[in-house]
């Protein structure tokens, strides 16, 4: 048996016997060790350079995604430190190279347009059916935010910031404030979400004065992002959505409807508020 491959046999009992790994971990350790062991130039455990593992690692970044990469890596590096520690190397060639690497960043979610229209529905269902004064009010106010995540794109922290001065209906404007301070302003153009802001506004006019927020409670408390997670979650529940919708899944629907609809790419990145078109671009790639 060769020197190398003895190695990871001894690693792979240290690691059952000794560290009692549970045997899906052993068992990505065995693959993980065999290609490495079939993918580099040399048996000879002591042979192995800093060279040797980077042409290694350049390797699997042409055939896996980051996430495996990482674990491949991890599964080598282990391996190294053991043979550090029982001294079979004098010196671990981990220690002479940069393996860390920038993942790529993980795009939200978006909303299938049939999802969206049975969200809506059942929110809309919902307030015609209310029982009580109290259920009309709150569901009122719930489709008003979700009529205007829809058709704005906001972050929830930014709706949630939303001052009663920042909000004209009259000119269907709405002034934005993002993230480091910046101010953008959006015009709606819905005349159904402007005649439920309406609505909504006239409902609550005292709650709204009181705090000063364009969403707010009848007894004058802002509505928090939590209180609109909740309220995503019970729509979702009661149309018997099975997908677990988030409110930046909203913006990013918005973002693919403006996309698919042609709308300039600088356009949306000002409508989002966005520094930059990167993430834009993601999402344009994706379609």
Known sequence: MHDLQAHIKNYLEYCKNQKRLDEKTLKAYRIDLTQFSSKISTDCTAGITAGILEDFIAGLHQIYKPKTVKRKIASVKAFFHYLEYREVVDRNPFNKIHVKFREPAKLPKTIPLHTVEQFLSVIYQYHADAKTDC????????????????????????????????????????????????????????????????????????????????????????????????????????????????????????????????????????MLGHSSINIIDKICSNH
């Open 135 to 270: 259920q009309k009010l709150n569901s009122l106010r719930d489709i008003a935010i979700i009529e205007l995540l829809f058709a704005t794109g906001m972050r929830i922290s930014e709706l949630c910031s939303l001052k009663v001065t920042d909000v004209n209906l009259c000119d269907r404007s709405i002034l934005i404030y993002g993230k480091g301070s910046k101010e953008r302003k959006i015009q709606i153009g819905n005349d159904d979400v402007i005649r439920v802001l309406e609505e909504y506004a006239d409902a609550f006019r005292t709650g709204r004065e009181a705090c000063g927020y364009f969403f707010a409670h009848r007894s004058g408390r802002v509505v928090s992002d939590q209180s609109i997670r909740r309220m995503i979650n019970k729509y979702t529940s009661l149309a018997a959505i099975e997908m677990h919708i988030t409110p930046h899944m909203f913006r990013h629907t918005f973002a693919t409807s403006l996309l698919e609809a042609d709308v300039d790419i600088r356009y949306i990145q000002e």
